[in-house]
């Protein structure tokens, strides 16, 4: 489960400082964990874990806009690993 969200944040806030912090040494993120591509994710784009879900964490993985958000706040490059059943519909 990704540890990477407050319980109660600020609109502007999408990672806690600790998370942060933990990932400044690296140059690159890999979120084969966070992503949940081996625990038979949904192929269909529309099927993804949304922002807005309740949890980002389980079998579905953590949303996509979040690898984004990730990768804009820290200037960091993201390995990450599609799931197999993956569509090509991004829409």
Excluded: H
Excluded at 58 to 80: F, Q, R, S
């Amino acid at each position: 489960m990704c540890n990477c969200f407050p319980p109660q944040r600020e609109a502007t806030t999408l990672f806690t400082e600790e998370f942060l912090r933990a990932v400044e040494p690296f140059s690159v993120l890999r979120l084969l964990g966070p992503l949940a591509p081996n625990s038979d994710p949904p192929g269909l784009w529309a099927q993804r874990p949304r922002p807005d879900a309740a949890s980002q964490g389980g079998p579905k993985g953590m949303a996509w806009e979040y690898v984004v958000a990730l990768a804009n706040e820290t200037g960091k490059d993201i390995w990450i690993n599609v799931p197999f059943k993956a569509d090509d519909d991004s829409r």
